[in-house]
T-cell receptor, first 115, second 112 residues
Framework: KAGVTQTPRYLIKTRGQQVTLSCSPISGHRSVSWYQQTPGQGLQFLFEYFSETQRNKGNFPGRFSGRQFSNSRSEMNVSTLELGDSALYLC??????????????FGPGTRLLVL | AQSVTQLGSHVSVSEGALVLLRCNYSSSVPPYLFWYVQYPNQGLQLLLKYTTGATLVKGINGFEAEFKKSETSFHLTKPSAHMSDAAEYFCAVSGDAGKSTFGDGTTLTVKP
């Protein structure tokens, strides 16, 4: 079974631009979560989508948004990029266990550099 | 609410020595606990997980971890370190649906 895939793997943007990142989950997984990883802040939860609905959201500004399609693929969008948005963006998919607890499988990430 | 504390941001061991990476957690519901490894410029790879049942969990690459509810700990061990084990290791807890909380990570260095 193929793993989680993320595109693009690397991206360079300038301040003020916007960016869209894509994530394809493991086949059959309906939950997709996004995380931001930076040296200073570590791994931080952005949001989670389940069956095309945002189910959970972290403490990020409204410039960060996402969506999920009917095939469970997800996109994350960041508008008006800032230098501090430079990070590794990780996507994880999961097959929800009973009780809502999950095992997440991560993609390789998209490394975004904002100049 | 849930949180994870990894004790020691850097751990250094000699090749062949015991590896011990410490993780303590808090969770308001019975937790699922995970250890992930991240090699440079790569994503996270699941090493092992505890869900229910046996408290000693064996993972890939010879790693294992023991869930101790009374100590709220989930320490990661490997009897004999190998050079290829050098990486960053993250402990995580999942209790709130759809959200994993990660520790700050521990960088493992293996000396020849």
């Amino acid at each position: 079974k193929a793993g989680v895939t993320q595109t693009p793997r690397y991206l360079i943007k300038t301040r003020g631009q916007q960016v869209t990142l894509s994530c394809s989950p493991i086949s059959g997984h309906r939950s997709v979560s996004w995380y931001q990883q930076t040296p200073g802040q570590g791994l931080q939860f952005l949001f989670e989508y389940f069956s095309e609905t945002q189910r959970n959201k972290g403490n990020f500004p409204g410039r960060f948004s996402g969506r999920q399609f009917s095939n469970s693929r997800s996109e994350m969008n960041v508008s008006t990029l800032e230098l501090g948005d430079s990070a590794l963006y990780l996507c994880a998919s999961s097959l929800e266990d009973r009780g809502g607890q999950e095992t997440q499988y991560f993609g390789p990430g998209t490394r975004l550099l904002v100049l | 609410a849930q949180s994870v504390t990894q004790l020691g941001s850097h751990v250094s061991v000699s090749e062949g020595a015991l590896v011990l990476l410490r993780c303590n957690y808090s969770s308001s519901v019975p937790p699922y606990l995970f250890w992930y490894v991240q090699y440079p410029n790569q994503g996270l790879q699941l090493l092992l997980k505890y869900t229910t049942g046996a408290t000693l969990v064996k993972g890939i690459n010879g790693f294992e971890a023991e869930f101790k509810k009374s100590e709220t700990s989930f320490h990661l061990t490997k009897p004999s370190a190998h050079m290829s084990d050098a990486a960053e290791y993250f402990c995580a807890v999942s209790g709130d649906a759809g959200k994993s909380t990660f520790g700050d990570g521990t960088t493992l260095t293996v000396k020849p």
